[in-house]
C-alpha cells in the first residue's frame, strides 16, 4: 500500500474546559487551504452549539470512524477528522482505516450560534483526553465551540506546537473520490421516525473481531425497514451491518433516520448510505459494496482521469468554485459554458483531489480543499497507470467497435455495445464492470478520445 507522511502541527492541543458559565470547547486546526491560501492554523468558528451534548457524540462518532478498522482489525488507525467550513456550517468529515466507511458530520446553521462560519479546510485534532471529555458531557448546559486558534498574534506564547505524524495511506484519499461518486447515484430510499429508526438500528447486531457477515437487504414497508431474502426493486443494501455501530452515538438524540442506495440491478452488493437526522445537525454514515472492499478500489473515477478533456474541464470548473454550501452542476454549466454532463465528469476529477464531497440530504456537491496535489490519486492508481502505458505502447489496435489490447503475453478484444466497453480480460469476468472499467477498457477510451499519452497508438 503507498503511504505518505503527513505532518499535522497544531498550536496545542484541543480540549474541553470548565467555567462559571459551561465548558468552552476548543478545537485545535492544523495546516489548511481558505480563500486567502494556506493557512498554519485557520479560525473556522467561535460561538456556542444549540445542542452541545448531541454535537459532542456526534463529533466521537465521527472520531470513532476515524480510529477504526471494521476488516482485518490489526492496529487502530489514526486520523484526525477533516473540517470544512462551508459559509453556514461546519463538516467534520472522517474514513476508517480500512477505507470501507465514510462519516460525515454536518453542522448546520441552526446549530450554531455565534459569528459567521468561516471558509476553508484542515484537520482537527481529536486526542484521548478530548475524547473522555467528551464522552462526559451529560447536561445540556451552554458549550462554547472554538475551531482554531483564538488570536493568531499570541499562539507562540502557548508552548511548543503539537505535532502529529500520520501514516495516510493514498488510498484514503481515493476514498473521498469514490464515496463522491457512488453517493451522487443514490436515491432517498426510505425515511423513518425517531422511534422507528432506534428500533431498526438497535436490532442490528454489533458483532466482533472482522465485518464479514456479507451483504444484507433491507426494504422500506409503511413507515418501517424490514429484512428481505432478495434485492427486489427499492432494496437498500446493508453490507456489513456492524459496520453502523458508530451510529449508537447518537441514537437517543435522532429525529429521524434517512436511508440512501442506487437502483437495484442485478442484485450484486453495493454502497448505501445512513443518515441520522439530528437538532440542528446530521450524521451519515456511507458503507462500502462489502466489508472486506474499501472505497478505494472501486474504479467510478477511472473514467473521468482517463481523458484529457476532463483534465481541461476541471481546470475551468475548479476557478468557479467558492467554498459554497451547495454546488449545482447546472449553474457551474451556465456559468463555465460546458455541457451539463461535462460539469459532472469536471467535478468527479475535481473529487480525486478532495476539492468535491456530495452531500445526499442537499442532492449537491460541495466544496473542499484536503492538502494533496491534484494528479496524486492518477499517479497512484494502478489500473490507470497500466492503461496509460498501454496506450503509449501502441498496444491498442481499433477496428470499429471492436478492439484489441495487446498485454503482456495475450491479446485481449474490447468492445462496445450500447454504449459500454466488455473485454475478455479476468477482471471482466469477476466484476462485470462493477468495478469501475479494466486497464485494457480504460486504455481504449483513452486511445478513442484522443488522450495525450506517452508513445504512440496503432
Known sequence: MTRSVQALAYARPSALESSQVGAALGLETAGGLTPRGAEAHPRFFAGFLSAPRIAARGLLAVADVAAARYYQ????????????????RLRFESFSGCCGVYARLDVLQEGL??????????????NNPLRDALSRITADDPLHLR?????????????????????????????????QVASAGFD??????????????????????????????????????????????????????ERLVALQRVLRHATALRVYGPPVVDGAPVASAWEVVLPGMRLTLTLSPDAARGFSGEGGVLEALATDEAAADAELVSVL?????????????ERSGLSVERVRAALTRL????????????????????????????????RLVAARELAGAGAVSLDGALAS??????????????????????????????????????????????????????
Open 351 to 382: 473529487g480525486t483531489a478532495g476539492r468535491v464531497g456530495y452531500d445526499l440530504a442537499d442532492v449537491a456537491y460541495f466544496h473542499r480543499e484536503l492538502p494533496y496535489d491534484a494528479d496524486r490519486a492518477e499517479r497512484h492508481n494502478p
Open 405 to 458: 489490447v495487446a498485454s503482456g503475453d495475450r491479446r485481449y478484444q474490447v468492445r462496445e455495445s450500447e454504449g459500454r466497453l466488455t473485454c475478455t480480460c479476468q477482471w471482466w469476468a469477476d466484476y462485470r464492470g462493477k468495478r469501475g472499467p479494466c486497464k485494457h477498457a480504460l486504455a481504449v477510451t483513452m486511445v478513442r478520445r484522443g488522450a495525450t499519452v506517452a508513445g504512440g497508438v496503432r
Open 321 to 333: 468554485l467558492a467554498w459554497e454550501p451547495t454546488i449545482e452542476p447546472a449553474t457551474l454549466a
Open 73 to 88: 482489525r490489526t492496529l487502530a488507525a489514526s486520523l484526525d477528522p477533516v473540517v470544512t467550513g462551508n459559509g453556514d
Open 147 to 179: 475551531v482554531g486558534p483564538e488570536e493568531l498574534a499570541v499562539t507562540t506564547l502557548d508552548g511548543p506546537v503539537v505535532e502529529k505524524k500520520v501514516p495516510l495511506p493514498d488510498r484514503w484519499l481515493r476514498g473521498f473520490a469514490e464515496a
Open 188 to 241: 432517498l430510499r426510505a425515511e423513518l421516525s425517531a422511534a422507528r429508526a432506534v428500533a431498526f438500528l438497535r436490532s442490528l447486531p454489533r458483532g466482533s473481531g472482522n465485518a464479514a457477515r456479507g451483504a444484507q437487504w433491507v426494504v422500506a414497508s409503511g413507515s418501517a425497514l424490514r429484512p428481505t431474502t432478495r434485492p427486489v426493486p427499492g432494496a437498500v443494501c446493508l453490507p456489513g451491518p
Open 113 to 126: 450560534d455565534g459569528e459567521r462560519t468561516g471558509h476553508g479546510t484542515t484537520n482537527v485534532d481529536v
